[in-house]
């Protein structure tokens, strides 16, 4: 019966090609949906994952790395009187208004001020050390070269931030914020560029390295313990980077949208493959028949119909594969922010195969017409 299953389907192509189709469309539509959900989303912890900081601590209740508040100086302190921790870093937030050269009307960004020595903990993955250096030039900043068109810069022009000089030295990639620009700035420049005086003298957040990263939760519950420095919160790089990521994708509703639009994506998919299955069960009804008037059981039909379904699904997972592959290249040669994990990826195609077999199960019902009786017709 299984090899009666594989030759048919191989006879029969032409009637079964749809199906392959209908699958490996959905499973494409699932994969690349997920991979965008998760560059979309992932970009809003950019600030924490393009870093080395093993500890971030900001202003307690902070539901996400781009909605924080100033806190004191004397969190520092803190920090560095902690035998675990070997750095102590700055970095401050400021939301701007940016004015480019052309004329292009005011732009939404957000100015991340920095430590710009090599050894610098923020931004240590995007930025090497020699484009760090630039920034120690005042109104010196950096943007990621996706946002070039955007913001109507290149790198040498001058601009303005909340009304304040300053110049493009540099671009990079992996800079790309969630809800705005992202610039990178010095701490100094970005002082500058903070309109809000009562916050000059406090910053954003504090990072800090560990001499043992294994240790970060017990050193985190250590570090909360303190309220004599004024009112702050720590995590480990990872719980706040996946805090961030699901305040957006949850609490701002787009997560809801992202498993509706999954959905009907599945619906539509099981429908269009189970008619195309049912029609090629029904073109070769007679067949079937036959085979029953051979003394070859119901149940035996059956399993040539679901073998069909999971080779229908194989053919058509292999065909998104390798689409969703060239289209993930393509997409972040061109700076859209696609992201894939190997665990999300075999959710999706889980999910296409598990379409598939729900298909052949629709399309057994038709076996019911294989009826030997039909053959005297």
């Known amino acids: 019966m299984v090899a009666l299953a594989r030759k048919t389907l191989i006879h029969e192509w032409r009637r079964f090609l749809p199906a392959i189709l209908a699958v490996g469309f959905a499973g494409l539509l699932q994969l690349l949906q997920a991979a965008l959900v998760l560059g979309i989303f992932g970009s809003a912890s950019v600030y924490i994952t393009g870093s ?43 939301d701007a208004d940016w004015r480019g050269p052309r004329d292009t009307g005011g732009v939404s960004v957000f100015v991340s001020g920095i430590d710009p020595r090599p050894d610098g903990m923020m931004f240590s993955h995007a930025l090497p050390p020699a484009l760090r250096a630039r920034l120690n030039e005042p109104g010196a900043v950096i943007v990621d070269k996706a946002d070039l068109d955007s913001l109507g ?61 294994s240790k970060a939760m017990s050193i985190v519950q250590r570090l909360r313990g303190s309220s004599a420095f004024g009112p702050y919160t720590v995590w480990t790089a990872k719980a706040f980077a996946r805090q961030s990521q699901l305040y957006w994708m949850l609490d701002t509703g787009a997560g809801a949208g992202v498993l509706f639009l999954a959905g009907i994506v599945f619906l539509v998919g099981a429908v269009i493959t189970s008619q195309t299955l049912v029609a090629a069960v029904v073109g070769s009804i007679r067949e079937y028949a036959t085979l029953n008037a051979l003394g070859v059981g119901r149940g035996s039909l059956r399993k040539v119909v679901m073998e069909q379904a999971f080779w229908v699904g194989a053919l058509g997972l292999l065909c998104s594969i390798v689409v969703g592959a060239a289209m993930l290249a ?39 017409r294989a009826d030997p009786a039909s053959l005297l017709r």
């Open 52 to 94: 080395s900081a093993d500890v971030w601590a900001g202003y307690p209740g902070t539901q996400s790395v781009n909605l924080g508040r100033p806190i004191s100086e004397d969190v520092a302190m803190r920090l560095r009187m902690d035998p675990d921790v070997s750095k102590v870093e700055p970095f401050r937030w400021v």
């Open 153 to 213: 810069v290149n790198i040498g022009d001058t601009a303005a931030i909340n009304g304040q000089r300053v110049r493009v030295v540099g671009v990079s990639s992996g800079l790309r914020a969630l809800g705005g620009v992202n610039i990178v700035a010095s701490l100094e420049t970005a002082r500058v560029l903070d309109i809000a005086p009562e916050d000059a003298g406090m910053m954003t957040y504090f990072v800090a390295k560990l001499r043992d990263p």
């Open 330 to 368: 393509i997409a972040r040669n061109r700076s859209v922010p696609m992201e894939l994990h190997p665990v999300t990826a075999s959710i999706c195609l889980a999910l296409s195969m598990a379409l598939a077999i729900v298909s052949g199960l629709a399309a057994m019902r038709s076996l019911r």
